[in-house]
């Protein structure tokens, strides 16, 4: 419970980012529960398009979904967004999702887990419920014309539905930025994909490459002390 995983340390620092800023959004091809460990550990809420009820059931809308503090006492009515939320999208699906007639929920041991293998008809699984979602807040989120930065940590390039987002985001808006972290990047290994976006890199300050593992990232990612992380006075009674 006391090891800093990179997952926890990258999620505690990102979550410290102004309040009238959007909501970070986390979108992972794993199917590991390593974010969901992770706003555990830092007291962090996730929105991950399931209900807030029992059994925890998929749906899109719930995505639009947020958590504000509504006091009545206020002369104006406003909401007041909390910190530590942010929104989890597992492109890929889940160990712990599984699919019960028409309903998706969150089993913790399902018999069957409801994941995209990797096999031939892995794009076209992609566009099926509840993936299809996912992805279509993933373009949607790329297009937005608002400075958008696009991280990818330890992403090969070699997912065709993915990599046509980006590239249409690289294209289409000015605005969108893309940083990659990756050790590997620049060996010969690396995925043509991968190699196009280097040479792209090279001709344009929209797209930042780092040589370094997901540990060394997370821990060198700078504290915001800006904001949400002052330490405050005690009052001895």
Request: hydrophobic share 40%.
């Amino acid at each position: 419970n006391s090891i800093n995983f990179p997952h926890k340390v990258l999620l505690e620092k990102l979550l410290q980012k102004k309040l009238t800023s959007p909501r970070v959004k986390v979108f992972t091809l794993n199917y590991d529960l390593l974010f969901e460990y992770a706003s555990e550990e830092i007291n962090a809420i996730m929105i991950d398009g399931f209900s807030f009820t029992f059994p925890r059931t998929f749906s899109g809308r719930f995505f639009d979904y947020d958590i504000v503090q509504r006091e009545g006492s206020k002369l104006q009515e406003e909401d007041n967004f909390i910190q530590r939320v942010f929104h989890l999208h597992k492109l890929h699906g889940s160990i712990n999702w599984e699919r019960k007639g028409d309903k998706i929920i969150i089993n913790e041991n399902p018999e069957f887990p409801l994941m995209v293998y990797p096999r031939e008809a892995k794009y076209e699984d992609s566009y099926e419920q509840p993936f299809f979602e996912m992805m279509a807040r993933f373009q949607r989120n790329l297009r937005i014309n608002n400075d958008t930065l696009l991280v990818c940590i330890g992403y090969s390039f070699n997912d065709k539905h993915i990599n046509s987002a980006i590239e249409e985001a690289l294209n289409q808006n000015p605005s969108f930025r893309l940083a990659i972290i990756d050790p590997g990047f620049d060996n010969a290994t690396a995925s043509e994909s991968l190699k196009q976006i280097k040479n792209f890199a090279l001709q344009t300050e929209r797209i930042l490459l780092v040589s370094e593992t997901f540990s060394d990232f997370a821990d060198n990612f700078p504290e915001i002390k800006t904001y949400g992380n002052e330490v405050n006075e005690q009052i001895a009674l």
